[in-house]
């Protein structure tokens, strides 16, 4: 059984660029949920995504967006980055009407 | 606003001691989660709570549940220093689409 990955592992960019961050589920999972953690903090709940469609949604501007895939894997876009996206980004996949979630190692982003 | 909010948000305790973190809410939700990060490294689920006054165990760990108090304990038992690492406890809205972390409590254990 696959478990949960990431890709990139680390990543930098310039304010003002366009990122994308890759997941893929762990076999069988059919729900994806990405966070945002800062250096320090608890994570923060951005979207999450279910039959590929957006099914809850976080505190987070509409210049953050996603994808899901029929294979379950999803994407996270984040346009015109900030200094302030710089942050651990995290994607969690769970199966539908069980409530653990396993975590990806997770991408470090920073934006310069 | 919902909040989650832990406490200690820093601990550091002897091996062999007990103690307890606290985790407070304000959703009414019946689920309640707790996670365990290592420096550096991504989350582990250590305990889902689905109602109130559960109660699970996991070798030197304790988590219980009263959802009268919004409040969750999780309890350390005789501590030793793998146990070291930040604990995160979470609740969802009610429907699991969506999630709230608290702030984390950073435990070092110490011989």
């Known amino acids: 059984e696959t478990g949960v990955t990431q890709s990139p592992t680390h990543l930098i960019k310039t304010r003002g660029q366009q990122v994308t961050l890759r997941c893929s589920s762990q076999s069988g999972h059919n729900t994806v949920s990405w966070y945002q953690q800062a250096l320090g903090q608890g994570p923060q709940f951005i979207f999450q995504y279910y039959r590929e469609e957006e099914n809850g949604r976080g505190n987070f501007p509409p210049r953050f967006s996603g994808l899901q895939f029929p294979n379950y894997s999803s994407e996270l876009n984040v346009n015109a980055l900030e200094l302030d996206d710089s942050a651990l980004y995290l994607c969690?996949?769970?199966?539908?009407?069980?409530?653990?979630?396993?975590f990806g190692p997770g991408t470090r982003l920073l934006v310069l | 606003e919902l909040k989650v909010e832990q406490n200690p948000l820093f601990l550091s305790m002897q091996e062999g001691k007990n103690y307890t973190i606290y985790c407070n809410y304000s959703t009414t939700s019946d689920r309640l989660y707790w996670y365990r990060q290592d420096p550096g490294k991504s989350l582990e689920s250590l305990f889902v709570l689905l109602s109130n006054g559960a109660v699970k165990q996991e070798g030197r760990l304790m988590a219980s549940l009263d959802t009268k108090a919004r409040l969750s304990t999780l309890h350390i038992t005789a501590a030793v220093h793998d146990l070291s690492a930040t604990y995160f406890c979470?609740?969802?809205?009610?429907?699991?689409?969506?999630?709230?972390f608290g702030t984390g409590t950073s435990l070092t254990v110490i011989p």
């Open positions: 979470a609740v969802d809205d009610g429907t699991g689409n969506q999630f709230y």
């Open positions: 969690a996949s769970s199966l539908r009407g069980q409530e653990t979630q396993y």
